[in-house]
T-cell receptor, first 110, second 114 residues
């Protein structure tokens, strides 16, 4: 069983809408959680990190963590065409290495 | 400040050749990681350095893969006798501390083995 699972996608949203991305993980001892954005042909770029249950907001991005449900999500508000990318969920199991999901591709329609 | 840099950005190798991929982490970052990313997949962990010590090499696919960070800064990932299945993007990431700190990625090296 894969350790980190994401929506298979692709996810298509109209400009200005909210994009909602989901991620579940299997290691209950996981302690830190990250969202990376990866444009086609580029490397992953860190956009959000979250360490405790609840919501964390940064600009148009909100990360939500529920450790009891082993679930982390990312909301992108007021989606822009520049948000079109693959979003990778990454989980740190308490040591140092990151386990990544396969990513969800988001397309924002103008 | 400068981010993580990697070279070369692209490498084409004939099957059986040896290659060396370089990573220059963010200045002052203690931790350095190598990941491998296949097309359409998330990065997969290869190896981890804390300063010059290689603390984990559990993700290296075979004994043809070797990594070093002799002075605790620049790291080199070497692949001997390359095979077609080695074709992938090799990503280097660095982190300020040890443990659950945020990791920042370099641009990657795209390796194609023909």
């Amino acid at each position: 069983q894969k350790e980190v699972e994401q929506n298979s996608g692709p996810l298509s949203v109209p400009e200005g809408a909210i994009a909602s991305l989901n991620c579940t993980y299997s290691d209950r001892g996981s302690q830190s959680f990250f969202w990376y954005r990866q444009y086609s042909g580029k490397s992953p770029e860190l956009i959000m990190s979250i360490y405790s249950n609840g919501d964390k907001e940064d600009g148009r991005f909100t990360a939500q963590l529920n450790k009891a449900s082993q679930y982390v999500s990312l909301l992108i508000r007021d989606s822009q065409p520049s948000d079109s990318a693959t979003y990778l969920c990454a989980v740190n199991g308490g040591d140092y290495k990151l386990s990544f999901g396969a990513g969800t591709t988001v397309t924002v329609r103008a | 400040g400068a981010g993580v840099s990697q070279s070369p950005r692209y490498k084409v190798a004939k099957r059986g050749q040896d290659v060396a991929l370089r990573c220059d982490p963010i200045s002052g970052h203690v931790s350095l990681f190598w990941y491998q990313q296949a097309l359409g997949q998330g990065p997969e962990f290869l190896t981890y350095f804390q300063n010059e010590a290689q603390l984990d090499k559990s993700g290296l696919p075979s004994d043809r893969f070797f990594a070093e960070r002799p002075e605790g800064s620049v790291s080199t990932l070497k692949i001997q006798r390359t095979q077609q299945e080695d074709s992938a993007v090799y990503l280097c990431a660095s982190s300020y501390g040890t443990g659950s700190y945020e990791q920042y990625f370099g641009p990657g090296t795209r390796l194609t083995v023909t």
